[in-house]
């Protein structure tokens, strides 16, 4: 069946951005979300979110602390052999799975948006309009598109995206396990080609998940192997794959995933979250972008309906907005990130941190935004 509808925006991708998209826009006008996946679904994450968008969260009805998020407050790093430094988290942020925040989004937007579960394929612009067909065959029409469909899409290969076409060395694990673990903390351990993170959710579960190189694990035949030879190599590791109890019947992966420079607005689409770029997981600050910038595009096409802007004006005041708030986070995390994974630079950078341990904060501060209201 093929049934053509129009909007005034169409919304691909139903994550953190493009459910908070829709969230922003629903009352001023006729918003549909597709998403290809069913609600809710557990993602590959780390699961910490900055408070930054706490507020914001809560100002669109989303309260994650009303829902047993855990309210965290301090960091642990340990090198690959185990040295400790421990640091307050200048904001702080809480520790909610996926399955549950973007399920809490989900609700708030379901009863007042058009939310359609199908995997768009094609996307045209003609004549100020765009044309985008889903998989099952539906067309829709709107003025405005925004890219909200994540890190990486079929959707990258049909806009010949620059990023698509190299490959990345990146690969991601993650499942969630009953442990022993502080509800106030959020754990950084490194490993041999990676890094993995690990903090408690509502469920009272500790979400592990890591950060790897191909190079580092194509030396291991499985996964289990991996965690409990080049992972464990690191004592805390050791001891949280020696003791936990997985709670998934598998851990789920993804691979390919790129941190190259992308573009806010590509072919007249506006990025938003992942699809605009996608900052080191180690900041713990990706969801807080994503948040973050669904709220910068819905304010600005709000003002942009309202002053009857061109769209023009609209692409180079997002494209803007987007690289004043986010491009710096973006380069500090590429640099924290080069450093964390070179042995002796890791080793230097955690002897300083531990003569001056002020420095913590302020690198951290550097990584993340302030708390958007
Ligand atoms: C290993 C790892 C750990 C991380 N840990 C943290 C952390 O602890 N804290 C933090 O803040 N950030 C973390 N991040 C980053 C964070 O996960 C992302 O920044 C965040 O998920 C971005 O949300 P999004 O809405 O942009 O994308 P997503 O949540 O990926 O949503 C994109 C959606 O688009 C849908 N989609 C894709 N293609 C199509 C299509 N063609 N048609 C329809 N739908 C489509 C997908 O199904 C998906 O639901 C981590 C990232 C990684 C890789």
């Not at 918003?31 to 968008?53: A, D, I, M, Q, T």
């Not at 309906?305 to 609209?314: F, P, V």
Request: charged share 20%.
């Amino acid at each position: 069946m093929q049934e053509e509808s129009t909007f005034d925006i169409v919304i691909i991708g139903g994550g953190l951005a493009g459910l908070t998209c829709a969230l922003a826009l629903v009352d001023y006008c006729k918003v549909l979300l597709v998403e290809k996946e069913s609600f809710p679904n557990h993602k590959v994450c780390g699961e910490y979110v900055s408070n930054e968008v706490l507020p914001y969260l809560q100002s669109l009805g989303v309260d994650p602390l009303q829902h047993g998020a855990k309210q965290i407050n301090t960091l642990e790093i340990s090198t690959h052999t185990g040295a400790v430094v421990k640091s307050n988290l200048p904001l702080g942020g809480f520790g909610m799975s996926r399955y549950a925040l973007d399920m809490l989004l989900y609700k708030a937007v379901s009863d007042r948006c058009t939310i359609v579960q199908d995997t768009i394929t094609e996307i045209s612009f003609v004549d100020e309009m765009f044309r985008v067909n889903a998989k099952n065959g539906d067309v829709f029409s709107a003025p405005h598109v925004v890219g909200a469909y994540g890190k990486r899409s079929n959707l990258d290969k049909l806009l010949n995206r620059k990023f698509i076409q190299e490959k990345s060395p990146w690969l991601a694990v993650k499942a969630h396990y009953t442990y022993d673990f502080d509800d106030t903390k959020v754990a950084l351990h490194n490993f041999n080609g990676g890094y993995c993170g690990l903090s408690k959710v509502e469920t009272n579960a500790v979400n592990a998940c890591y950060l790897t190189t191909y190079a580092s694990f194509k030396k291991s035949n499985s996964i289990v192997q991996f965690q409990n030879e080049t992972m464990s190599a690191n004592p805390h590791l050791a001891h949280f794959f020696k003791d936990a109890v997985p709670l998934f019947s598998e851990p789920l992966t993804i691979s390919q995933i790129s941190f190259n420079t992308k573009q806010p607005v590509e072919n007249h689409m506006f990025m938003i979250g992942d699809t605009a770029g996608l900052i080191h997981p180690l900041c713990g600050n990706g969801m807080a972008m994503a948040i973050h910038s669904a709220k910068l595009f819905s304010e600005l096409y709000l003002a942009h309906k309202k002053q009857k802007q061109s769209r023009d004006a609209l692409e180079l005041n997002y494209s803007r907005a987007w690289q004043e708030n986010f491009s710096r986070r973006l380069q500090t995390g590429r640099r924290i990130q080069n450093v964390l994974l070179r042995p002796s630079l890791a080793k230097a950078a955690f002897t300083t941190a531990r003569m001056f341990p002020s420095l913590v904060p302020e690198v951290i501060k550097k990584t993340h935004g302030t708390i958007l209201v």
